[in-house]
């Protein structure tokens, strides 16, 4: 994808399920890139993409960075940064993809792990952007890509404090856009339904009644990344990825309407 040839782009979580299509997408696309991902990573995965888990022989110079650092956290946020003003390179595009989920009803999920949520999920985020932001501005571009969820639109029991923080990132991108579109940059939120990367094995506390999804219904991190990056190439403020994201997306447009209608017919609200 021609848009992304040359660009230095920034991926969190890129060590994850999405973030190993981002690399090897962006890759392809001759796009340069800067890595971060939790410490806890940095175990299996050393140098400077010498034993990256995607295929870069012959691509090394296009990985500018592997950066560890714990996004849970504000020292965590400021290393990256500091990290990547160390290399003295410009940035074009932010993929904010870092994110963390445990499920259960929210009285039995440890009240410090709710706030974790939040903080990974949505706090890093806005500590990023004010980081990084100036910068963009000064240069009159860039492009920040977020990756919400269809729990992001849709209030979702079970992971509630996920859901929060989704619902979070999408007002926070849409209302920051207000502000940066006359700066020339660019915003994409992303609401992926469930696909099959290691967060759907994250952690359950209690007893949660989550029944299991056919496997149909989870979509492939890969499509979900080609359709991220084919929406933020046309410039898409929302990203839909796969049926259940945009059939979800407009359910939730429709809805007022479907209600009036069931009035309409007899049916109670
Ligand atoms: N998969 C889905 O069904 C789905 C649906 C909608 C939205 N999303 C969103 O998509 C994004 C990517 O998730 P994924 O599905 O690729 O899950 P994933 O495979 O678990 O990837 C998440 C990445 O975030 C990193 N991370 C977690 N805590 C961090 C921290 N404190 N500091 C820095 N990095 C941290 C993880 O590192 P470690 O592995 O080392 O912890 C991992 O590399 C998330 O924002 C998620 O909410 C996913």
């Not at 796009?31 to 022989?57: E, F, H, W």
């Not at 290393?79 to 990547?84: A, D």
């Not at 660019?186 to 339904?193: A, G, L, Q, W």
Request: charged letters at 15%.
């Amino acid at each position: 994808m021609e848009y992304y040839r040359g660009k230095n782009i920034l991926i969190t979580g890129a060590f994850g399920g999405f973030g190993l299509c981002f690399i090897s997408q962006l890759l392809d696309s001759g796009a340069s890139l800067i890595l971060c991902d939790a410490p806890q990573s940095a175990i299996p995965i050393r140098g400077r993409g010498k034993s990256l888990p995607v295929p870069v022989s012959g691509r090394e110079k296009q990985i500018l960075s592997v950066i560890w650092a714990d996004l849970s956290n504000a020292e965590g946020c400021n290393r990256l940064y500091e990290e990547y003003r160390k290399l003295g390179k410009g940035v074009d595009i932010i993929i904010h993809n870092a994110g963390i989920a445990f499920g259960g009803e929210y009285v039995d999920i440890p009240p410090e792990l709710n706030e974790k949520i939040i903080n990974v999920n949505l706090i890093s985020i806005m500590r990023l952007n004010a980081l990084f932001l100036p910068e963009l501005i000064r240069h009159r571009s860039g492009h920040l890509i977020y990756m919400s969820s269809v729990a992001g639109f849709v209030a979702t029991p079970l992971a509630v404090s996920y859901s929060t923080s989704k619902f979070g990132v999408r007002s926070f991108a849409m209302a920051l856009h207000g502000e940066i579109r006359k700066h020339g940059i660019r915003t994409s939120i992303v609401y992926p339904f469930f696909s099959k990367t290691s967060i759907l094995n994250s952690q359950r506390f209690g007893n949660p009644q989550i029944s299991t999804l056919p496997g149909f219904c989870a979509t492939s991190p890969a499509d979900v990344v080609t359709c991220t990056l084919k929406g933020a190439k046309k410039g898409r403020m929302h990203i839909c990825p796969g049926f259940f994201s945009k059939v979800m997306w407009l359910a939730v447009r429709l809805h007022p309407v479907i209600s009036a209608q069931r009035k309409i017919q007899g049916y109670s609200s």
